[in-house]
């Protein structure tokens, strides 16, 4: 489902920032030699995880979800010099190409790459994250939740990728379509969780922005 047309999400990528010439690379890349290349974050999303890591200036940043790189070096430009950005995906085979945008970029001392399953990495972080992003398995969403939960703090931002899955959401749900059902499950308790406050963004796939309260 496209909510603009394609002449609309033109204009508005070519009115956002420029993304740095290491992610055009990137993005490149990934469509040449990945699987999937449309899971990328993409230009306009990328400024706007851009834009909010800077204006809430994490020192420490989680991201569930890391595929080629493309989130976490946005993410990563919001990080003061002592900040530290941890990214966890569950596909070793990525972990080189990776590492390879992430030094080039000059951010790379400050990014922290896990492999494996994040429901069993996250416990062992001893931090306490000001920014969190989670990108990847639909149906573990509530379950990054509250395991994401527990290493924040009161101010904490957490945001949430793909939450409208394509309008999905809003269309009768097929009956094995777990990953829908799992994201409306999702939508409702970040509605209603009294420990966060939240607000769905209409951006891309749909973002939505949660506050620890």
């Not at 909010?52 to 595929?67: D, F, V």
């Not at 950005?85 to 080039?104: A, G, M, P, S």
């Not at 398995?137 to 509530?142: C, D, G, H, N, Q």
């Not at 939740?145 to 009768?172: Q, R």
Request: aromatic fraction near 8%; charged fraction near 25%.
């Amino acid at each position: 489902m496209q909510f603009l047309s394609e002449a609309l999400q033109n204009y508005i990528t070519d009115h956002s920032g420029d993304e740095p010439s290491y992610l055009t690379e990137l993005t490149r890349e990934t469509h040449l030699k990945v699987i999937q290349p449309r899971m990328i974050t993409g230009h306009y999303q990328g400024r706007v995880l851009s834009m909010l890591s800077k204006i809430i200036h994490p020192k420490q940043i989680l991201e569930i979800g890391t595929y080629t790189g493309y989130s976490a070096l946005c993410l990563a430009e919001g990080l003061p010099k002592n900040g530290q950005l941890h990214t966890i995906d569950i596909n070793e085979e990525l972990v080189d190409i990776q590492r390879t945008y992430f030094d080039k970029s000059g951010l790379g001392d400050k990014i922290v790459q896990h492999s494996g399953n994040a429901l069993e990495i996250i416990p062992t972080l001893d931090i306490v994250f000001d920014l969190v992003f989670i990108d990847a398995e639909k149906k573990e969403y509530l379950n990054y939740f509250e395991a994401v939960l527990a290493k924040t703090k009161s101010g904490s931002i957490i945001l949430s990728d793909n939450v409208l899955w394509s309008g999905k959401v809003i269309e009768p749900i097929e009956k094995n379509d777990k990953a829908t059902q799992a994201l409306l499950d999702y939508n409702e308790r970040l509605k209603k969780d009294p420990r966060v406050a939240s607000v769905l963004l209409p951006i891309r796939d749909g973002l939505t922005v949660s506050r620890v309260l």
